[in-house]
C-alpha cells in the first residue's frame, strides 16, 4: 500500500462513528435518532412517533405497520456528517419481541448509546441489551431522558446504573431542575449552562460559566435550584467517579448526559461530546487472527437482509458491515462462504428506506447490497482471503406455531416469503420428520408472529394460517446415529433450514428427560 493510500484510509477511518441506539420501549429512541438526524442536516422536518394518523412519520420507522403501531419493528440504518466526522447510526427495536435483530446489529457498532427514561430508570430490555455490549466490551454512553417530566433524583438513577447494570457512572452535565422547574443543565466538563427555554431547538441558549457558584445561574434559576445545584455537584466532586478516557474506551464506565430529546434539550451538546469520546472502528476478529480496520485488502460481513425494503420493485438488500481496506462500486470480492467471486455494482447507502447509490466507503461504513438470493446473514466478503468474521450470536426459539397458506393457489408466493422473510431472519422455520411435512416457525416474541403475518399479506399478498403449539423448547441434535422414535411423547424431531436436525419440547422435564435418556447424543441450544 503507497503512503498516500494509507494515509487515506486512516484519516477516512478517523472520521467514522458507528453506533447503535438501545433501550426498553417509549423511553424515546425514535425521537432521539429522529434529532440527531435533524442537527446533522439529514433531515429538515422531526417526524412525531406519537402521531401515528398524521402525514409525518419517524424517518426511521419506514415500515407500513411501523408506522401504524408507532413502535420501531425492524432495525435501520442512517447515516449523516457532523462536524467533520462521519456517522453511522443503527437505530434498532427496543421491544423484547425483536431482540433477535437488535443483537445481530448490535455487532455491527463500535459503541452504544443507552438511552433511559428519567421516570422508570433501568427496566428489563435496556438490562439484556446492556449485556451485549458489554459482552462484546464497547463503549456505553448513556442519554437519560424526559428531563421535562418529572422523575426520579439524578443520583438515585446513577445508582441503579451502577447497581443494576454493574457499570460506574461520570456525569457529563447536571440538571437544573426537573419537569415543570427545569431551567437547564450544567455542563460540567465546557463550565457552561444551557437554557431550557421552550420546544425550538433554536431557543436554546449556551451561557459559559465560571464554575457552578456563578451568579448568573442563581439569576436564572432562583435560590432554591441555585442551592440544589451546586450540593448536588460539590458531593460529585468529592464523591463521584472521575473521567477516565481509557475506562470509557473499555466499557468500564458510562458517560452520562441528562436532556430530553422531544424538546431537542441537551442533544446537541451530547452528540458533540459523544463524537468527540466515541471510538473509531477497531480491529475485528476473524478465523484468521484479527482484522485491522487499515487493512489495505477490503473484507466485511452481512448482518442483516432486509426484503422489500421497496414494495414497488420487491427487492431484497443485505446489509454489509465494513471492516477493513477500501469499497469501491464495482469491485469484485470473494464470496467466502460460497467460494465465488461477485461483483459489488449496485453498493447504495440509507437514511431508512430512502438511498442513494455510493461509490466508496470505508471501515465503519454500512453499505446495503442488492441480493438475488446469494447471501445469508453472517456470510463475509473479503478481497482476496478467505477469512469469516465470528459476530454474529444466534438464539433459541421459545414460540411455536404451524403454519400453512390459506389459499392453496397461493403456494409459489407462500414459499416464496416464507424462505424470504426466513433469510431476513424474521422467523426460524423447520419442518417436521416423517410422511406428513408440517411446518413451525419459531421466534422468540409474540410480536415476530404479528409482523410475520401482516408482512406475508401486505409483500406477497397471501393469507396464512398461525397454530399456536405447546413447545417452548428448541434444541439442536448431533449424532452419528438418531432414532425419531424416541420423540413421540412430549416432543418432535424437526429439521431446520439447512437440514439439521431439531428436537423441540413442550416443557422442561421433557428436555431434561430426552438428555438423560440419550447420553450419546448431544443437545446444542444454537445451531452447530
Sequence with gaps: MSQTVREELQQEVAKRRTFAIISHPDAGKTTLTEKLLLFGGAIHTAGSVKARKAARHATSDWMEIEKQRGISVTSSVMQFQYAGKHVNILDTPGHQDFSEDTYRTLTAADSAVMLIDVAKGVEAQTIKLFQVCRKRGIPIFTFINKLDREGQNPFDLLEEIERVLGIRSVPMNWPIGMGRELCGVYDRMKKQVELFQGNDHSTIEVRPAADYNDPAIREMAGDYLADQLAQDLELLDVAGDPFDYEKVRAGELTP???????????????????????????????????????????????????????????????????????????????????????????????????????????????????????????????????????????????????????????QKQYLKGLDQLTEEGMVQVFRSVGPFEDTYLGVVGQLQFDVFEYRMKNEYGVDIQLARTSFQFARWVVASKLDPTKFRINSTLVKDKNDNDVALFENEYAMRTAIERMPDVTFLETAP
Design 256 to 410: 452520562v448526559f441528562f436532556g430530553s430529546a422531544v424538546n431537542n434539550f441537551g442533544v446537541q451538546t451530547f452528540l458533540e461530546n459523544f463524537l468527540q469520546l466515541a471510538p473509531a472502528p477497531t480491529s475485528r476478529k476473524t478465523t484468521e487472527g484479527e482484522v485491522s480496520p487499515e487493512s489495505e485488502k477490503f473484507s466485511g460481513y452481512i448482518f442483516k437482509i432486509q426484503a422489500n425494503m421497496n414494495p414497488a420493485h420487491r427487492d431484497r438488500i443485505a446489509f454489509l458491515r465494513i471492516c477493513s481496506g477500501k469499497f469501491q462500486r464495482g469491485m469484485a470480492v470473494r464470496h467466502v462462504r460460497v467460494g465465488k467471486e461477485i461483483k459489488l455494482s449496485q453498493p447504495q447507502q440509507f437514511l431508512a428506506q430512502d438511498r442513494d447509490i455510493v461509490e466508496t466507503a470505508y471501515p465503519g461504513d454500512i453499505i446495503g447490497l442488492f441480493d438475488p438470493g446469494i447471501f445469508r446473514i453472517g456470510d463475509s466478503l473479503a478481497e482476496s482471503a478467505s477469512m469469516t468474521f465470528d459476530e454474529l450470536p444466534t438464539f433459541s426459539p421459545e414460540i411455536f406455531a404451524k403454519v400453512s397458506v390459506k389459499n392453496a393457489l397461493k
